[in-house]
């Protein structure tokens, strides 16, 4: 298991030393992250260029007449599973090399105290294998540069951003699980002297009490499969409203170069003396995100964004595929001076990574203008497809003068996590 907690961290870390989560649409900043990823109609000026890039033009002042543009350095986003947590704790506490001590000690001098010892910890092993079975393990984290200039009624942008995405899949067999409950009974047999548990001679080693028992560690079948992929991505967005139909709509769009590096391992939990060993393939493309958006009586917007309109297919030499497919997502929101309220849809599935279930988001999140140059942003995310439980969320952000500085906190009972960037307001 020490290898899990290894490979997720190893592959956050090559940015941050972390991590999220869920390919998908993503999540680029603090405001969306606190909004619970409402923004294909919520996004702002700030950070309209990662979701809908059509948003950038709902801008009614010159640039030299406003300080509307913005520059943010660094932004940064962590999120991460708690199930991944889980497994960093059973690799902090050395279980199954502590199992493997005991069992030594105990075929040295076969006494009750080290048989207690054995069995208190194959019972410990036992209750933390069960969290970890049938759990999605999932990371991410993100950290990126943004320059916004907002024009009247048009608008540009360029980001960097780079972002690792690691997810994998524990599959606690059920031969472990019986093998472990062979050994509590085992050592509660040889505790009680017969009269408690069950003998299961073949648990020692040749067959013969005397001789010890055996490590169960050499006979655990359970294995972990880690995907990964590190991306940088290099965008430059446009809007410019238009009237249609005597409405006036605004499009958007992003080219953007993308470099991305696919990453796999699979290990069995036994062999936690292996070094980490992982497949790398790394590919370079040309992408592009649209976006679409339009005001309905000032107070109302309406909007539909498609990320990845060029559908990829990535693959590691020892056979990770990861599909990258256009990601679309429909939007509302409702506008005033002092708050805005927007909910989200995706209109299809995010790709799984590795062998988890895919997820599909529906959010609802808030806008609140506390005082003059702060801000407080809530939001709720649900996945249609209950892979993920509800996340809430919740930031402040503020300005003064020219220095902006935002903070975010999402946490669910599956996942949790964290983003904060600073900028300067030109």
Partial sequence: MSLLCRSLLCFGSLLLGTYSFAAGTGIFDARSLAMGGTTTASANLENAPFYNPALLSFHDK??????????????????ESRALNDAINLHEQDLYDRVTSAVDAFNLDQNNNNAQTVLDLTREVQ???????????????????????????????????QRSISAGTADIT??????????????DFIISGGSQGAEHPELYIDG?????LL??????????????????????????QFPVFKQNVSFGFTPKLTRVSVFRNNFDFSDSSVE????????????????????IKENFRLGLAIKDVFGKNYKSENDLEVKLRPQASLGAAYISNKYLIGIDLDLNESQALANE????????????????????????????????SDVASFGLAFKIKRFVMEGAYAHGDDVRGAAFQMGYAF
Avoid: C, M
């Fill in 62 to 79: 010159r640039e030299e007449d406003s300080q509307s543009g913005r520059l943010f350095f660094p932004s940064i986003v962590l999120q």
């Fill in 127 to 161: 209750t933390e294998t069960d969290k970890l079975g049938d759990q999605v393990y999932l990371a991410e984290a993100l950290i990126g540069i943004t320059l916004v200039q907002p024009s009247e009624h048009e608008g540009g942008a360029f980001y960097f951003n």
């Fill in 174 to 187: 059920d031969e472990d699980k019986q093998l472990l409950n062979n050994y509590i009974e085992t050592l």
């Fill in 208 to 212: 013969n009490p005397n001789n010890g």
């Fill in 215 to 240: 490590d169960p560690r050499d006979n655990l079948s359970s294995n972990a499969d880690l995907g990964s992929i590190l991306v940088s991505e290099w965008g430059v967005s446009f809007a410019k």
């Fill in 276 to 295: 980490l060993d992982y497949d790398e393939e790394t590919f370079s493309s040309i992408n592009l995100d649209l976006g679409i958006a339009t005001e």
């Fill in 357 to 388: 279930q895919a997820t599909q988001y529906t959010s609802i999140g808030a806008d609140i203008t506390l005082v003059k140059d702060i801000w407080l942003r809530l939001g709720y995310r649900s996945d249609l497809n209950n892979t993920i």
